[in-house]
């Protein structure tokens, strides 16, 4: 194993996993540094578990190679399962325990000396609030509770990286905020974080992002870089009356690529901003939407990601055509 400072924490190379014929995951590569807060993001079924539990020890990959805190994916499974914390969005607790048996079940789980037991149960139940709910049963505590407790129990053991997978799925709005506090804080004593999520608000708050989709890994960079290496195209903001149907026939017009909504207007992706708002601006209003508000903006990640897998689709098309 590798102890120098500077290797990056995870290291992928070319890895592959296949299912019979099914590519799940397709040559992808990319590294994470030691600290650093790593979205992995992607629809349903674009390859982000498979490459999880590749990269926690539990699935060997197909191709390629790769490391987790300097332990080999491949032949060092069980050291890596060791030296990582994992926590889903099940939140992987025992409903029927108490906030203390579930974090002494853990210890015992990470084979914590008897020495370090009580100072990190302390810790955990200090980190998530729960001084008051010790011994009451997990059952009943809130989710955003229950989210903390599986944070708690998922880092007992002090492992330098810590994969959590839809970890504030069906958790709300301000938990989700004091979780990612929490995030911060591990990241700034050094741990690194790998993290799955749907939601984009929280895609903003990651150092860097990989998009994965079809088992490719078609982006990979900062949020900053995403918004303005990868979108070409104009983003513009339209906010008319009866949203939903603008959307037709925005889509009919020449130079929009996309159409979406988006809150309680759309954005509408186009090759040349300004040429699509004055069509906008003039197409509207004759077929019946009154005073169209229509503002160039600056692309979400929504927007952007939206953006890359329409044009992976796109090119795609013409080759299954060509196929069929």
Same mark, same amino acid.
């Given at each position: 194993?590798?102890?120098?400072?500077?290797? &990056?924490? /995870?290291?992928?190379?070319? *890895?592959?996993?296949?299912?019979?014929?099914f590519?799940?995951?397709?040559?992808?590569?990319?590294?994470?540094?030691?600290?650093?807060?790593f979205?992995?993001?992607g629809?349903?079924?674009?390859?982000k =578990?498979t490459?999880?539990?590749? #990269?926690?020890?539990i699935?060997?990959?197909?191709?390629?190679? $790769?490391? /987790?805190?300097?332990?080999? !994916?491949?032949?060092?499974?069980?050291?890596?399962?060791?030296?990582?914390?994992?926590?889903s969005?099940?939140? =992987?607790?025992?409903?029927?325990?108490?906030?203390?048996?579930?974090?002494?079940?853990?210890?015992?789980i990470?084979?914590? &000396?008897?020495e370090?037991?009580?100072?990190?149960?302390?810790w !955990?139940?200090?980190?998530a609030? +729960?001084?008051?709910?010790?011994?009451?049963?997990?059952?009943? *505590?809130? $989710?955003?509770?229950?989210?903390r407790?599986?944070?708690?129990?998922a880092?007992?053991?002090?492992p330098? /990286?810590?994969? #959590?997978?839809?970890?504030?799925s069906?958790?709300?709005?301000?938990?989700?905020?004091?979780?990612?506090?929490?995030?911060?804080?591990l990241?700034?004593?050094?741990?690194?974080?790998?993290?799955?999520?749907?939601?984009?608000?929280?895609?903003?708050?990651?150092d860097?992002?990989?998009?994965?989709?079809?088992?490719? +890994?078609?982006?990979?960079?900062t &949020?900053?870089? #995403?918004?303005?290496?990868?979108?070409?195209?104009?983003?513009?903001?339209v +906010?008319?009356?009866?949203?939903?149907?603008?959307?037709?026939?925005i889509?009919k017009?020449?130079?929009?690529k996309?159409?979406?909504?988006?809150?309680?207007?759309l954005h509408?992706?186009?090759?040349?901003?300004?040429?699509?708002?004055?069509?906008?601006?003039?197409? +509207?209003p004759?077929?019946?939407?009154?005073?169209?508000?229509v503002? &160039?903006?600056?692309?979400? #990640?929504?927007?952007?990601?939206?953006?890359?897998?329409?044009a992976?689709?796109?090119?795609?098309?013409?080759?299954?055509?060509?196929?069929?």
């Amino acid at each position: 194993m590798s102890t120098s400072e500077n290797d &990056p924490a /995870v290291t992928v190379r070319d *890895l592959g996993r296949r299912f019979g014929s099914f590519v799940a995951v397709n040559r992808i590569s990319f590294e994470v540094k030691r600290g650093e807060i790593f979205g992995f993001l992607g629809p349903n079924g674009a390859g982000k =578990s498979t490459t999880i539990r590749m #990269l926690c020890g539990i699935l060997a990959p197909t191709s390629g190679s $790769g490391t /987790v805190a300097g332990y080999d !994916v491949r032949t060092e499974a069980e050291k890596i399962k060791a030296h990582i914390g994992y926590m889903s969005q099940k939140f =992987s607790l025992y409903e029927d325990l108490t906030v203390e048996e579930n974090i002494d079940f853990y210890s015992g789980i990470y084979r914590l &000396p008897a020495e370090k037991k009580r100072a990190r149960k302390e810790w !955990v139940i200090e980190m998530a609030g +729960l001084r008051e709910h010790r011994h009451s049963r997990t059952s009943v *505590l809130s $989710g955003g509770w229950k989210q903390r407790l599986a944070l708690g129990c998922a880092i007992l053991h002090e492992p330098p /990286v810590i994969f #959590l997978d839809e970890p504030t799925s069906g958790v709300d709005p301000i938990s989700r905020r004091q979780f990612w506090d929490l995030i911060y804080e591990l990241a700034g004593r050094g741990v690194t974080v790998f993290v799955t999520t749907h939601y984009m608000d929280e895609a903003e708050y990651c150092d860097r992002i990989g998009l994965i989709y079809r088992g490719e +890994l078609v982006a990979l960079g900062t &949020p900053a870089a #995403l918004k303005t290496e990868f979108m070409r195209d104009d983003v513009l903001e339209v +906010l008319c009356a009866r949203p939903q149907d603008a959307m037709e026939e925005i889509a009919k017009l020449a130079g929009v690529k996309e159409v979406a909504l988006f809150g309680k207007g759309l954005h509408v992706v186009a090759e040349d901003g300004e040429a699509a708002a004055t069509l906008l601006r003039h197409v +509207l209003p004759e077929k019946g939407y009154a005073a169209p508000r229509v503002e &160039p903006i600056a692309p979400s #990640l929504e927007d952007v990601f939206v953006s890359l897998i329409e044009a992976r689709d796109r090119a795609e098309q013409p080759q299954e055509a060509v196929k069929g």
